[in-house]
Structures are given as structure tokens and as C-alpha cells.
């Protein structure tokens, strides 16, 4: 008995060396592959031996890197286009603004940029900024009337602002695309601060979609309220009685209602804090608005603003006739 | 007899297994196999910039698997989906830019981390070094860093209480951000290893300023330290060094304090990676140091101005704007707070 029990072990330990030994050997013939090493040594003798190679290749590189321009192919027909409206003004940051917005919107796929200067002239800064964007862009302008635009010292608050321009891009719209194209329109002032996760919330709006606003009304942010995915009311602190108290940036109207109301465009004669409302009222009502951003309880736009940067010795100079070289563009 | 002999067959047992292992552990082909592997030190992490971006899917919360730069070959470097004609690849051959980024906890660091990450985003072979002045890292950042796809590196040091609220307004204290920045370069001197074939250019950037990415396309060239103009800086336009005809930077073009050895911001210069780790003692001066002359604390130790490189144009472009963002006015949040505590901003 013992016997036939010590040959089954004995076979099966002969078995088991068999199956370590073919695994050991395999490994082994694993190893004799192109490792990191080898490769690497090569690499560094090839840095070695060719500096020349290697800047032309540095070279190509950057261009292949930084080649700016159109996308690749034209954007994908199944993605409905973000028409950004984004009024402008000339001021001292305006180059600084619409060069850091631009750096966001470059990498929002099917954005289309409307660009609305507050100019009687399209200024060759706007145009040359948007020409080196590589964005798809639209470049409009239109002059406040001289009774609603603020003064020098005005708060900011006193005279709605970036009326006209809204309601051109509106029009511009109205005027160039038709029933057929799919789309969404935002606001989008040139110093607010946008999250790249806020585009895709808001891409497929079917009438007018909502989320919080940071950093605004005077508090640390606003928000539509949301009750089983209905929106129900709005969480802010001031003038909670207006008919939509949102913000500018806390909102998107989808293209084929814009279209399908030719009449819809913000109101100068807005009181202060209504401009949004002047346009939601005719297009929409609270039942119908979409919550977006996780039922509205996500921040992914903040209202920053930019200090006006102090140019006291810039007007001294100026005074003596020494200012800054104006030809250098700021 | 029998005990030896059973020894022995645990031994032969035991040996193929060990070799085994052995084997496994040494040989660089498995380690491909172990993913996100994160360092220890500090918990920072350094990922790899090749990811796949795909049109439809572009949200921030995508994590995608990213391996280890130095075990990617060529070869690997297979098909990459561009939304747009930008990528931020990490390409072998251009040199790394060291971004130091000092940031404070306060409404508006969100927002300015968030537009800055998109405008990182956009250069290549960029690593961001992201520097909180507290004394624990906040989730906030961890969590936009992590998001945001960018190589980075999250450290933290807390500044002297006086300097963080900014009340030393007395020039013998510390100007603010000056720890967090003397702690990004004790990482690049702790974590990089000087040879001469390190490339790399580090950068000073601040979460407010304004960056165009023509700016890190200058920098990338630089030898020892390269200078530029900086917008809205010193009360005037712009701030340039003076560069004479034979393209050598000569003197200032400031109104404050032109005298200065290094009149220049903050945003206005990048150094030479190599340099930094060459002279390991330079840093910014922590204290006795005059309003402007910070910048001059370091670079006094690295260059002499006949040694600076100008850029962007001989220093008659702007590239780079120093803007500040308004503090926003939260009044209406009251003593107890209006809004909920849990929501980021």
C-alpha cells in the first residue's frame, strides 16, 4: 500500500519539477527580449553621435505641436455647436481677457465663437487675436447708444452693459443659420472663468438650460433649486424676485428656440439685474428650464472680475510726454 | 533519513518559485503591467502626458491610465485623438518647462487654477509645480490637479502668519509666496539629477497672471535666464528690459526703482533648469528684502545682466500680462453664511 502511495507522490513530484522547469525556461526565453535598456543606450549614442538630427527633429516637432489653424477634418456633424457670444469692450486687459478665453474655448470641440466689440470699427487687435485663435469665430461690432454707455467713474452696475452687442450676435444668428442646424447659445463675458466640463453640460439643451453661477449676487454662488429634476425656484440673496435671478453666465438657450422666437433680444430699458430675465421671459418658463450640473449643485463657472491695473506712472509719463510706445500693443 | 529526505523535496519544491519570482521582479518587461504607480515623496505624482482624448467624452473627471514616461517607447507612441489641432503631448525632444505656481487658499482659487490648467494645457512638455501655502494640502487642489491632465507636482508650505494675510507690509518680512517658491526649487534640486543633457527651463507663474502661449514657445530656448516685458506692472503699460542694438539686454525701462539690479516681475524671466541645480544655494531671499527687489534676491546668484538672453521680439512684444483678479464681494453671505458650506467653489 505504502508502495504505490510513495510512486503516485513520487510521479507527481516528476510532474511538478517537469511543468517548473518548462515555466523557468520560458521565463528565461522572455527575458532575452528587447528590454528599456537596450534601447535606451541606443537612444543616448544616436543623441550622441547626431546633435544635428536632433535639433531639426526639435525643430519639426514644435512645428507638429504647435500647428494652429483648423482642426483636424471638419468637426464631427453628430456634436450640435456652441455658438459663444462674448460682447467686448477696449479697455487695458481686453488683449489679456479674450487671449485667456480663448485659451479655454480651444478645447471645446464644435465651438463657434461670436465676438462683439463695443466699436464703431472692428479694432485690428480683436481681429488679429481671432484670426490667431484657431477658433471658429464670428467678428461683429456695434456701438452702444451714448445715453446707456457708463462714464468714467460710473460703477459698473449703473447701465446695463453689452447690450446691443447680445442682440446683434442674435441677430447675426437669426440672419445665418437656419431651422436645420442644431446648436446652443451662451453668454460668455470675457473675464468670467469657465470649467471645460461646463460646455458639455450644456450642449444638448432642447429649450434653455440652467446650473450655479460662482462667486456672484454677493455670495459664494448662485443657484437655480431643484426638486426632482424640476427646477423650482432660485437660491440667491439678491433681488430674488425677478422673474429668472440668474446670471449672464448661468444659462443656455438652445439655437432652434432662439430662431423660433425672432423677436426674443435683451431690453436697455432692463432695471438693474433683470437683462437676463427681459430675454428668458419670452422664451421660456421655470417648469421648462433644464437643470444641469448635477441637479444645479456643481460650481463650473465662477464670475471673476479683473482689476483695472493701476497706471499711475503711465500717466505721469504721459504728462511729460514720455509715454509708452504706443506701437507695442498691450 | 526521512526528515532529510523531506527537506529536501520542500526545498526543490520551494526553489522553482523563488527563481521564479526573482526573475518577475527584475525584468523590465512586467513592469508594464503595474499602472498609476504613485511616488511617496510628498505625494507627488508625475504622469505621463500621452492620454487619449476623445471627442465626444472630454470631461474633467475622465482618469485615464497613464503610465510611466521613461518605460514608453517610440514605438508606443501610438495613435493619439486631437479634439483640435493642439495637443499637449510630451514629446522626447522638447525641453521640460518647471511651472511654480504658489497658490492661497481664497474664493477665487478655484476659478484661477481652473483657467490657468486650461492654458497649461495647451503647451507641451509642461510640469506643473503647484505650491499651497498651508499645512496640509486641500482637497480642492488635489482634485483639479488630478482632473485637470496635466503632469504635476503637489506641495504645500505654510508661510509666517503675518505674511499670509498679507499684513507685512513692513519690507523687513517676507514677501508673500516666497516660501512656497524657494520650496518648488528645493524639489527640482531634490528630484531632477544635473547632467548635461537635462533640458528644462523653470518658470515662476502666478495663478492671476495672463499667459499667451507664444511665451513658453520664447522660454523653452533659454540657456542661463532669458527676460521678456511684462504688462501692467510698476504703474506703466508694460515693463521691458532695454536691449541695445547688438541684442544685449543693457538696463530697465521702468519707473520704479530702475536702478534695481534685476527690474523685472515676478512672470518676467525663466531660468535654465541646469542652473538651478548648479548653484543649489540659490533662492529668494526670505527676509531684509526690499518691495521690488525680491526677483533680484535669486537672480543675483545666477546671472549677470550681460548674460541675460532677451526674448519675444528683443523685448518689444508682450506676452505676458500681469492682471489681478478683484476680490468679489461676498456680502450678502452675512455672518452665518448663506450658502451651502459643502458646495466647492
Not at chain 1, 470649467?195 to 460662482?214: A, D, H, I, N, Q
Not at chain 2, 523653470?202 to 513658453?216: K, R
Not at chain 2, 548653484?279 to 531671499?285: I, V
Amino acid at each position: 500500500m505504502t508502495m504505490k502511495m510513495k510512486m503516485k507522490l513520487k510521479n507527481v513530484f516528476m510532474l511538478y519539477f517537469l511543468v517548473s522547469i518548462c515555466g523557468l525556461m520560458y521565463a528565461l526565453t522572455q527575458l532575452g527580449q528587447p528590454c528599456d535598456c537596450t534601447l535606451h543606450s541606443r537612444q543616448s549614442s544616436d543623441l550622441v553621435h547626431s546633435r544635428d538630427r536632433t535639433i531639426s527633429r526639435l525643430q519639426g516637432e514644435l512645428k507638429r505641436l504647435q500647428a494652429r489653424g483648423n482642426p483636424e477634418g471638419p468637426p464631427k456633424p453628430a456634436l450640435p455647436t456652441i455658438y459663444t457670444v462674448t460682447p467686448t469692450y477696449t479697455r487695458l486687459v481686453q488683449k489679456a481677457e479674450l487671449t485667456r478665453l480663448s485659451q479655454t474655448l480651444l478645447h471645446v470641440p464644435s465651438l463657434h465663437w461670436v465676438v462683439v466689440e463695443d466699436s464703431p470699427v472692428k479694432t485690428s487687435l480683436v481681429s488679429e487675436l481671432l484670426k490667431r485663435s484657431g477658433l471658429p469665430y464670428t467678428h461683429l461690432c456695434t456701438q452702444t447708444p451714448k445715453d446707456f454707455k457708463l462714464q468714467e467713474g460710473d460703477p459698473n452696475w449703473l447701465k446695463p452693459r453689452g447690450v446691443e452687442q447680445r442682440n446683434l450676435a442674435l441677430q447675426w444668428l437669426r440672419e445665418n443659420r437656419g431651422p436645420s442646424d442644431e446648436g446652443v447659445v451662451y453668454f460668455a463675458d470675457d473675464d468670467n472663468t469657465y470649467s471645460l466640463r461646463l460646455f458639455e453640460e450644456m450642449r444638448f439643451t432642447k429649450r434653455v438650460s440652467v446650473w450655479p453661477v460662482g462667486l456672484v449676487g454677493g455670495v459664494r454662488f448662485e443657484r437655480p433649486l431643484v426638486e426632482r429634476g424640476k427646477v423650482t425656484g432660485f437660491y440667491t440673496a439678491w433681488k430674488p424676485n425677478r422673474p429668472f435671478p440668474m446670471d449672464m453666465a448661468g444659462f443656455a438657450v438652445s439655437l432652434p428656440l432662439l430662431l423660433a422666437n425672432p423677436a426674443a433680444r435683451f431690453h436697455l430699458s432692463a432695471q438693474r439685474g433683470n437683462l437676463e430675465s427681459s430675454l428668458l421671459q419670452t422664451l421660456v418658463s421655470i417648469e421648462e428650464l433644464e437643470p444641469r450640473a448635477s441637479n444645479c449643485t456643481k460650481v463650473l463657472v465662477w464670475h471673476t472680475r479683473t482689476e483695472k491695473p493701476k497706471m499711475k506712472q503711465e500717466d505721469a509719463l504721459i504728462l511729460q510726454g514720455l509715454g509708452s510706445d504706443p506701437s507695442i500693443e498691450v | 533519513m526521512p526528515r532529510r529526505r523531506s527537506v529536501l523535496t520542500t526545498l526543490l519544491i520551494v526553489l522553482p518559485w523563488t527563481i521564479l519570482l526573482t526573475i518577475w521582479h527584475q525584468n523590465p518587461a512586467t513592469r508594464y503591467l503595474t499602472i498609476l504607480r504613485k511616488e511617496t515623496y510628498e505625494n507627488s505624482s508625475a504622469k505621463s502626458l500621452q492620454f487619449l482624448i476623445n471627442v465626444t467624452k472630454i470631461k474633467e473627471e475622465q482618469h485615464t491610465a497613464c503610465t510611466h514616461q521613461q518605460e514608453v517607447t517610440p514605438a508606443q507612441q501610438t495613435a493619439r485623438r486631437y479634439v483640435y489641432s493642439r495637443p499637449p503631448g510630451w514629446s522626447r525632444w522638447l525641453p521640460t518647462i518647471y511651472v511654480i505656481t504658489p497658490t492661497y487658499t481664497r474664493p477665487v482659487q478655484k476659478a484661477e487654477l481652473t483657467r490657468l490648467a486650461n492654458t497649461f494645457l495647451h503647451v507641451p512638455n509642461l510640469h506643473w509645480i503647484v505650491v499651497e501655502d498651508l499645512p496640509r494640502r486641500t482637497n480642492l487642489v488635489d482634485s483639479l490637479l488630478e482632473r485637470s491632465g496635466l503632469n504635476f507636482t503637489h506641495l504645500n508650505v505654510e508661510s509666517p502668519k503675518s505674511v499670509r494675510i498679507g499684513l507685512a507690509k513692513d519690507s523687513s518680512h517676507t514677501p508673500r509666496g516666497t516660501l512656497q517658491r524657494n520650496l518648488g526649487l528645493r524639489w527640482l534640486r531634490e528630484n531632477l539629477i544635473l547632467s548635461d543633457s537635462l533640458e528644462g527651463v523653470v518658470y515662476f507663474a502666478d495663478d492671476d497672471n495672463t499667459y499667451s502661449l507664444e511665451l513658453f514657445e520664447e522660454m523653452r530656448s533659454t540657456q542661463k535666464v532669458s527676460v521678456w516685458p511684462v504688462a501692467f506692472v510698476g504703474g506703466l503699460r508694460y515693463e521691458a528690459p532695454k536691449v541695445n542694438t547688438a541684442g544685449k539686454v543693457v538696463g530697465w525701462k521702468t519707473v520704479f526703482d530702475p536702478n534695481r539690479p534685476f527690474a523685472i516681475d515676478m512672470a518676467g524671466f525663466a531660468i535654465n533648469v541646469r542652473l538651478v541645480l548648479k548653484r543649489p544655494w540659490a533662492n529668494f531671499q526670505l527676509s531684509g528684502v526690499k518691495g521690488g527687489y525680491q526677483e533680484t534676491s535669486l537672480l543675483k546668484e545666477l546671472v549677470t545682466i550681460a548674460e541675460l538672453e532677451p526674448k519675444a521680439a528683443n523685448c518689444t512684444k508682450v506676452l505676458v500680462w500681469h492682471t489681478r483678479t478683484e476680490k468679489p464681494t461676498l456680502v450678502n453671505e452675512g455672518r452665518q453664511g448663506f450658502t451651502d458650506l459643502k458646495v466647492e467653489v
